[in-house]
Each structure stands twice: as C-alpha cells, then as structure tokens.
C-alpha cells in the first residue's frame, strides 16, 4: 500500500460524518411499525385468552385477578415480536412499543407482569 495515499485517506476520515452511531448516548429514529416490547392496557382486556391460544411460543399468559379484572404475564425471553397478540386481541389491549432496549442478565427479569395500578 502507498503510505502517501494511505495518510490521505486517514487524514480525510477525520472531517467525515461517522457512518456509526455512538450507541447508547445517540440513538436512533426507530422504524414506524418497529416491534419492541409489548404493552398491555388491563382496562381494555376482557380476559377472553384468543392472545394466549394465538401466541406460538406461550409467551403471554393471561390471569383473572378480580371481577372483570385481568393481568398479562408476558416472558419477553420467549416472546417473538411477532405482533400475533396484537392482532388477535379483540379489545387492542395490546400493543408494540418502539422499546428495544430488553437486555437482561437475569431471565427471570424478562417475566413482566402488566396490571392495573
Ligand atoms: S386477546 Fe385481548 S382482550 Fe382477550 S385476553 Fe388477550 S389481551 Fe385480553
Ligand atoms: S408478539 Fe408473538 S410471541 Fe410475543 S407474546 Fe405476542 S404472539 Fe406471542
């Protein structure tokens, strides 16, 4: 390789744009549609489980916890962000988010449980 040519291209990389971000402190404009980690609205649910028989993985469980009153255990480790849930769930008491941000040593802290505060 020609040193002269080599320092030339060195040189100019120092007025370019980088090409990466400098991730976590930059983030990125997330894609319309993306799907990340799941949300539950508890007051729209009416507790009928057409999410939990559509899931294909048997990530999302639902419990009754009180009269009309539902909560959804969903293990974001199994889940697959395929949307099926959401496009089941009768009520939308389901949704996407653009959240991506799951990274988890303890699995059992992928086990969120959504209920009405
Ligand atoms: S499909 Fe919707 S309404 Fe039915 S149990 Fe699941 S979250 Fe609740
Ligand atoms: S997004 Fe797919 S894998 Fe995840 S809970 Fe819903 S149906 Fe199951």
């Not at 009416?46 to 028989?53: A, P």
């Not at 294909?56 to 009180?66: D, E, F, R």
């Amino acid at each position: 390789m020609n040193p002269g040519r080599m320092t030339k291209q060195v040189l100019s990389s120092f007025f370019k744009k980088p090409a990466t971000n400098l991730y976590p402190h930059e983030k990125l404009d997330m894609a319309k549609n993306l799907r990340g980690k799941l949300k539950f609205y508890p007051e729209k649910c009416i507790g009928c489980k057409l999410c939990m028989r559509d899931c294909p993985s048997g990530a999302i469980t639902i419990n009754k916890i009180g009269e009309k009153q539902f909560e959804a255990v969903i293990d974001l480790g199994r889940c697959l962000y395929c949307g099926q849930c959401v496009e089941t769930c009768p009520k939308k008491a389901l949704e996407m988010t653009d959240n991506i941000e799951l990274a988890q040593l303890d699995k059992e802290k992928l086990k969120v449980t959504f209920r009405a505060v």
